[in-house]
């Protein structure tokens, strides 16, 4: 296992903030930015298109800052892209612009990157404005059907958990694990998940830092937009992106085990959000009509493979939802059966996850 980051104590550091007409939110975040304990860093912030020239603004403010502005929105992801060119760091940390951060957020999530097995770092991730609400823990947990699972995992005695997903909200990794984070196809949703198994599939593991703490607002973008087109799009792009990650990370053969479980689990989020599935539709039409354009994805993502899936999915859930987080009781009953009949295929067609190693 090559060693991904050198063993300097303080590497040097690229702090990348995406902004899009979240000027204040970006502003909150860089004024926390100033008080952090870590000597050696940078802050590119790269303003993604907002409505006004709202980088000009962030310069004026915050002038040791390298800021960037580009014409037009091209989604969270061509703006972390577009970051990275321009960094100059041995590590990368990718930091939502709604976020504020403690004191020491950056030494302690440098202090963990060292382990060379360890590829993504990610900071522990609290509700801003309910500090003591450990919200976003229950995101890191994945299924083996794409969707994101509450993580049941403990921080162990040197303050780490061995979550799948390494959440972008506040991840560092090296600078040359990837030649840019993200496939800006995926626009935004479920690039951190497309970040995470390329690094495991590659070999290498996530850790969770319970000493890096940030405190994220969330949703600030498209979940509170009132545009109705707009609020469109998270559905659109979930749904396309979960199963776009499937046909991508996982080897032939698995896929085709796998595939009465994904058309299962695209059936079942359906059902349980109906007004959602003329949008769907669309994610379905897209996937469709790009198999060149995913096939050549799959291509370089397999190329890059050094473990089978049987390890790849070592760590994830057969569960095809969380029943805790369905709000109908007949639905949650109906969720909890699936569960059951997803587990009895997986033993039967040899698809091991954690559930069969707990046992």
């Known amino acids: 296992m090559p060693q991904l980051i050198s063993k300097m104590k303080t590497p040097f550091v690229s702090i990348i903030l995406v902004n899009y007409n979240g000027l204040d939110y970006t502003i909150d975040c860089m004024e926390s930015l100033q008080k952090i304990d870590y000597p050696n860093y940078e802050i590119v912030v790269v303003d993604n298109g907002s409505k006004v020239d709202e980088g000009k603004i962030i310069k004026e403010k915050f002038p040791k800052a390298r800021v ?3 014409k037009k929105n091209k989604g969270y992801t ?4 577009f970051g990275y060119k321009q960094t100059k760091g041995e590590s990368i940390v990718l930091l939502n612009n709604d976020t504020t951060v403690e004191k020491n957020w950056l030494s302690e999530l440098v202090k963990a990157s060292q382990d ?4 993504l770092t990610q900071s522990n991730i609290f509700v801003k404005y309910g500090k003591d609400d450990y919200h976003y823990d229950n995101n890191n947990g994945q299924s083996i059907i794409g969707c994101p699972l509450p993580n049941k995992e403990e921080f162990d005695e040197k303050g780490l958990k061995k979550p799948f997903l390494a959440l ?3 991840v560092l990794y090296p ?3 990837f030649k840019e984070p993200f496939d800006e196809d995926y626009f935004c949703c479920c690039d951190d998940t497309a970040l995470t198994f390329r690094a495991r599939i590659m070999g290498y593991k996530i850790r969770e830092v319970k000493s890096s703490i940030v405190y994220h607002e969330g949703d600030v973008v498209y979940g509170k937009e009132k545009n109705k ?6 559905t659109y792009l979930k749904e396309r992106n979960y199963i776009l990650n499937l046909l991508i990370f996982y080897e032939g053969k698995t896929l085709l085990k796998m595939f009465p479980l994904i058309i299962s689990a ?7 959000q109906i007004r959602g599935f003329p949008i769907r539709i669309k994610s379905y039409f897209w996937l469709l009509t790009n198999i060149s354009k995913i096939l050549e994805k799959r291509r370089r993502m397999q190329k890059t493979r050094k473990i089978s899936d049987s390890a790849l999915l070592k760590p994830m859930s057969c569960r095809f939802l969380d029943s805790e987080r369905v709000h109908s009781k007949t639905m949650k009953g109906f969720v909890n059966i699936i569960n059951k009949v997803s587990y ?4 039967i067609f040899n698809i091991r996850t954690s559930e069969f190693y707990k046992n």
């Open 68 to 70: 960037f502005s580009m």
């Open 168 to 170: 972008g909200c506040s």
């Open 344 to 347: 009895i295929y997986c033993d």
């Open 229 to 234: 087109k707009i609020s469109k799009l998270p």
């Open 116 to 119: 060379p097995s360890v590829a």
């Open 175 to 177: 600078s040359k694990l």
């Open 78 to 81: 061509g703006g972390a892209n």
């Open 266 to 272: 695209a059936i079942l989020r359906n059902l349980n």
